[in-house]
């Protein structure tokens, strides 16, 4: 799950690390309220959306930048007039970009030296690590292409905690002096604490600012939380902005499905994470573009399977649907009685192929026979994803 920049600063903040004064506006007129009651003389307004790149980004109509610099309230608020209501495009948004419902107005900082941070999981060994660069306000994957060295990985282990000597590692390496380690391993200390305590996945701060009075502050931050762990989190689950959410994924959700939208034409169901990605690359290697990675479980139910259905014909780009099950906890019948209902409260749009292997096969593969409904079946695996890839193009089957 992600959420806002002001939201991400302020949950940093009561962990105990300095971020810049400021407040998030929905309206033009909170824009230029909270500007007027900032001690300072130039501001910063950014566009709240679930992407990066915002600095670099333009809206829909035209204007550019979700993050501007400006001198004057009055000029806070014409800018905010600009983002609020319209949709910003960047790199990471895709050409249809986010809407724009609020952003945060803050005071600027004068910069000295722009530092990156940020503590994530590594899967690979299990533990958190804390990623650091003195090469901040860069995108890290830019820095670790063309400059590897200049990043630090520092392992943490999960049982024991944060170490103050990993600590002084880190901000040494970051550029700080001997005698003025106190702030950054303060900061780090906090940062890896909110980590843990809120079950997040990960925790970037880019840039982490020094200013020229030598304060460290976290100019800009990203928090992302394992959904897994949310049910402990009720304060965090309330933080979500369905509108920053595609659409697909929220009616997953709402069904316990484990669905991820792709760019392709090929609607996908499949039970098992395993075979579900087998699917998407035997997909690939037939010329085609999987839709989307939709795992139904392997305890299903039949409204679970009826909800996956119209999930995926309520995409407009599906042009196609595969279904391959292998038939375990979720046997074939229960899966093709689930067919059934789906199809006919929701007749079929596109072609839709069928491979159905294990538990009670024979029993589902009559089940769909005597339904009456335009299924292509298939055997193998290989054969069901060139059907999936003719039915897609528009062409017929041989």
Excluded: W
């Amino acid at each position: 799950m992600n959420i806002h920049e002001y939201q991400a600063r302020d949950l940093l903040s009561s962990a105990g690390v300095a971020v810049p004064r400021g407040a998030v506006a929905k309206t033009a007129e909170e824009a230029e309220a909270i500007a007027r009651s900032l001690p300072c003389n130039s501001f910063v307004v950014k566009a709240q959306v679930h992407a990066g790149g915002r600095g670099k980004g333009h809206f829909q109509d035209g204007y550019k930048s979700g993050v501007h610099l400006v001198k004057t309230p009055h000029q806070v608020r014409d800018v905010a007039q600009h983002m609020i209501g319209n949709t910003l495009i960047t790199h990471q948004t895709g050409p249809e970009g986010k809407p724009v419902h609020s952003v945060l107005v803050g005071e600027s900082t004068e910069i000295a030296r722009e530092l990156y941070l940020a503590i994530v999981l590594d899967r690979s060994s299990g533990c958190p690590v804390i990623v650091a660069s003195q090469q901040g306000g860069m995108e890290i994957e830019a820095v670790a292409e063309k400059n590897p060295e200049a990043i630090l990985r520092e392992v943490i282990h999960p049982g024991l905690g944060l170490q103050p000597y990993q600590a002084r590692k880190v901000s040494i390496f970051l550029g700080f002096p001997s005698t003025g380690l106190r702030a950054p391993c303060r900061l780090l200390h906090a940062a890896y604490r909110l980590f843990i305590e809120k079950d997040c996945s990960q925790v970037e701060i880019n840039p982490l600012a020094v200013t020229k009075g030598g304060d460290v502050v976290a100019l800009d931050a990203k928090l992302n939380f394992d959904d897994n762990a949310l049910f402990r989190h009720k304060e965090i689950q309330d933080l979500q902005d369905p509108s920053q959410e595609d659409p697909r994924d929220l009616a997953a959700a709402e069904h316990h499905l484990n669905y991820i939208g792709l760019e392709g034409n090929i609607g996908c169901m499949v039970n098992g994470a395993g075979l579900a990605m087998a699917t998407l690359d035997l997909i690939q290697a037939a010329g085609g573009k999987p839709a989307n990675f939709l795992d139904v479980g392997g305890g299903a139910s039949e409204q679970m399977i009826t909800a996956a259905f119209r999930l995926l014909q309520a995409d407009s780009s599906v042009k196609a649907i595969l279904v391959n099950i292998f038939g375990g906890i979720l046997k074939c019948d229960l899966l093709a009685q689930g067919m059934i209902s789906a199809c006919r409260n929701n007749p079929p749009r596109v072609p839709i192929i069928v491979r159905l292997q294990g538990t009670n096969v024979e029993q589902g593969r009559k089940l769909l026979k005597e339904s009456g409904l335009p299924l292509i079946p298939a055997e193998g695996l290989m054969e069901a994803a060139e059907k999936a890839v003719t039915a897609a193009s528009g062409k017929k089957g041989k």
